[in-house]
């Protein structure tokens, strides 16, 4: 009788580091489970200010997010404002917005988001837009 062999923990795949920055718990929370059970990283944010003050303390490019997902309507700093200010920073970081709205998609793109998702909006496609932002930087 053969037994598999198991996989060293260190030659495993690591988990995508993601950011989610939302201002409403119960959305954020759920989130959080959700990209979690996809095999995400997620770290979580309330507001576009905790995700800058984090950045800010971040000590190397291995411990930065591989991509930011956040909330356009949040009450210190839209989306666009975290986006403007990962840009001025310097800090090439695919991120995502979600909205309610479609009024800002195109100031968000040519801003540099690398997608919208617009709210309500399943799961599984949060996931592939993650991914697909991961994949293309």
Do not use: W
Not at 17 to 23: G, I, K, Q, S, W
Not at 24 to 35: F, I, S
């Amino acid at each position: 009788m053969s037994s598999s062999p198991s996989v060293p923990n260190d030659v495993r795949p690591t988990a995508r580091r993601v950011v989610l920055v939302d201002d409403d718990d119960v959305l954020r929370e759920l989130l959080d489970t959700a990209l979690t059970r996809s095999g995400f990283e997620p770290q979580v944010f309330a507001s576009g200010r905790e995700l800058l003050q984090h950045l800010e303390s971040v000590a190397s490019e291995s411990q930065m997010p591989e991509a930011v997902v956040v909330d356009y309507f949040m009450p210190d700093l839209t989306g666009l404002d975290v986006l403007r200010e990962l840009t001025a920073a310097g800090r090439n970081i695919p991120t995502i917005v979600m909205s309610g709205s479609e009024e800002h998609d195109t100031v968000l793109l040519a801003a540099g988001a690398r997608a919208v998702l617009h709210k309500p909006f399943r799961v599984v496609d949060l996931c592939d837009v993650v991914t697909q932002a991961i994949n293309d930087s």
